[in-house]
Structures are given as C-alpha cells and as structure tokens.
C-alpha cells in the first residue's frame, strides 16, 4: 500500500518508518509543507491508500476536510479535535470517504478502556483519572483521559450515580503518555495504570489502522475496530 503521513514530528515520524517496516511505501509532509491542508490534492492523493495524521488540532480538521472532500481514507491520532466529530463524520459519510479516529492508538490503552468499564462497575467507589504528558502536548485533559472519564461516568450512570469523576493533568518534560485510574473505597484503593514507554505502540496501531479503513467507507471509532486488526 501507498501511505501518506501528515506530521513529521515524534509520532508522525516514527509511524512513517513502521510503515516502512510493514513493506509500504510512505511520502511524508510537515505543516509548513501542508501549510492549511493546501498539498493535499487529487493529484498528491492519487495512488495514496490512506493517509495517516499526527499534527495538530487545527490542521487536522483542516487535512480531514481535504482528504475526506477526495473520498479518501484517513486514520486521525491527533486529539483535542473532537467538538468537530460530527462534522467530520458527516462529510466521510457524503462524499464515499472514510475516517478512523481515536484518542489512543495503543492496543494497551484500548485494554485500558475495557478494564475502566470492568473496574467501573464497582459500588461504594470514587473514581479519580490521572495524565500525564509532555509538556508540547497542546491539550488537556489528554483525549485519552477524556475517553476513560466518559467510559467510567457512563458506566456509573448506568448503576444510578450521577457522580463526576475528576480529570488531574500534568504536562512534564518529554512524558510520552501515563494514564492512572483510581477507585478509592473507604476500606481499600484500587489502580489501573497505563505507560506509554515507546511512542512505537501509537506508531503501530495507526499504521495497521491505515492497512484496514483503507478503501473502506464511513466512519470508524478504533475502540470498536481494534480487534479486527
């Protein structure tokens, strides 16, 4: 397959040589060479199977729209979008592209999500989301901690509790990524823990992303497709 990645920085970089790995050819453009999406064309995305972003907020919204103008396939690891998600979904749906998002393409982190759930499901408990990330990340919460608060407040919600579960963010050095859950009841405290070591776990659920949503339709949630791939 032909990939193209948006984003040449850490994650973006590093997706690019899995790819690579995988036997795929890959073309790669920063922001300032994608300045508001503008190389994105119908002839620099002709041959291309998916295209594959790590930038930010902003020109993500800006690259989907292109890409998904095109009836192209986009996987998107960018967070801190996501007030735009129906928009997006809407248009892969209008013009025959498809779109693959998720605030975390690590296979751990998505074990993460089911065990939030699982762990959740407990009475007498008081959830609590820790985050923690480099300090360029421009959002916070992380996606990802955003995700696991909504999994564990819908869970609740499900059992009759209408109680909030609060998000602490901290943003420390060169942090690829650690994610906390905690249930405190008055007699014990539990902890889920997640630690991103290597931004190769992201790199690689993206790119086995691109290998499935590419010349499909529609949009995908990876949460609900990871198990497919």
């Known amino acids: 397959m032909h990939f193209l990645v948006l984003g ?65 396939s986009i996987v998107v690891g960018t967070t801190g979008w996501y007030e735009r998600l129906d928009e997006m979904k809407s248009l892969a749906r209008e013009n ?65 509790s209408s109680d909030e579960v609060f998000v602490a963010s901290h943003r420390v050095g060169d942090a690829k990524g650690e994610h906390i859950v905690t249930a405190v009841s008055d007699s014990d405290r539990l902890e889920i823990r997640h630690e991103i070591k290597d931004r190769r776990c992201l790199a690689e659920g993206a790119v086995r992303g691109a290998e499935w949503v590419a010349h499909r339709s529609g949009p995908y949630d990876f949460r609900e497709i990871f198990d497919q791939l």
Do not use: C, W
């Open 8 to 72: 040449k920085g850490k994650t973006g970089s590093v997706a690019a040589d899995v790819a690579r790995e995988r036997g795929h050819s890959v073309r790669a453009f920063d922001i300032a060479e994608n300045l508001h999406a503008s190389a994105l064309t119908v002839e620099s995305l002709g041959g291309v199977d998916a295209v594959i972003d790590f930038t930010t907020p902003e020109a993500a919204v800006e690259n989907m729209r292109a890409v998904l103008a095109l009836g192209g």
């Open 96 to 160: 025959g592209g498809a779109l693959l998002y998720g605030t975390n393409f690590s296979i751990g982190v998505q074990k993460l999500f089911r065990l939030a759930a699982s762990v959740a499901q407990l009475d007498g408990y008081k959830f609590t989301i820790d985050e923690t990330h480099h300090v360029s990340k421009l959002d916070a919460p992380s996606g990802t901690a955003i995700t696991l608060r909504e999994i564990i407040e819908a869970v609740r919600s499900n059992k009759g």
